[in-house]
């Protein structure tokens, strides 16, 4: 058991949930590596939010997380909805689903996982959240020039996005904010592996984020 735990946390990318350290926070971010990258160096995007907004932001995704897991990786914080802590959180940012296409179905074929994601998965974490405005971030695309482990996911997020879009179009407390164009391939927003964001690209998501909480009287005030 020793052994498996320590491979699950080397494969989701130190994948240990966050410790706890602010019940205080107004807003909760779960998911997974996109939204956890930079933590380290206070510039993830739930850092960018807690600066735009001014309130407190407690971060517990977890790269490598999925919609689904049990057992040892759900332990480790891999669960999405296994992320959500006890607190009086207004609003839950999230994201998740692209660890889900790349594992699953290698994103080719994916149609049977982007209807569990955006007719099961997504539905039921949103109606977990029933006391909360859930704001979802979408994916964005593929570096210009190409490279990194999800290029050949390009069409299948965009297609999650689409789905979520609409998803939250027909729920009042749901709000999806899109990425990709703002993001748009430029490779100064990608770390060195060109999958996850630089602190430039945190600072865009999170900024577009607060943005959107704000002008929907979310958790700033």
């Known amino acids: 058991m020793a052994i498996l735990l320590s491979l699950l946390v080397a494969l989701g990318g130190c994948g240990f949930a966050p410790e ?51 057992g040892v990786r759900a332990a480790v914080g891999l669960s999405i909805p296994g992320q959500i802590r006890a607190g009086d959180f207004g609003t839950i940012v999230l994201n998740g689903g692209a660890n889900d296409l790349r594992n699953t179905c290698g994103c080719s074929g994916c149609d049977a996982v982007l209807d569990r994601l955006s007719l099961q998965d997504y539905p039921a974490l949103i109606a977990r959240l029933a006391n909360a405005r859930v704001v979802i971030v979408g994916y964005y695309g593929p570096v210009r020039g190409g490279g990194g482990s999800f290029s050949s996911c390009s069409d299948e997020l965009a297609e999650l996005g689409r789905r979520l879009s609409r998803l939250a179009s027909s729920n009042p407390r749901v709000t999806f904010v899109p990425t990709r164009e703002a993001i748009d391939g430029n490779p100064a927003f990608y770390d060195s592996d060109r999958v996850h964001p630089t602190p430039a690209g945190s600072e865009v998501i999170g900024g577009l984020v607060a943005r959107a909480l704000v002008a929907n009287d979310g958790a700033s005030r």
Do not use: F, Q, Y
């Open 20 to 70: 706890v350290t602010d019940r205080n926070a107004n807003v909760l971010v779960i998911g997974d590596s996109i939204l956890a990258w930079n933590r380290g160096d206070g510039t993830s995007v739930a850092d960018v939010i807690e600066k735009r907004i001014g309130a407190p932001v407690l971060d517990a995704s977890v790269p490598g997380a999925t919609m689904r897991a049990s």
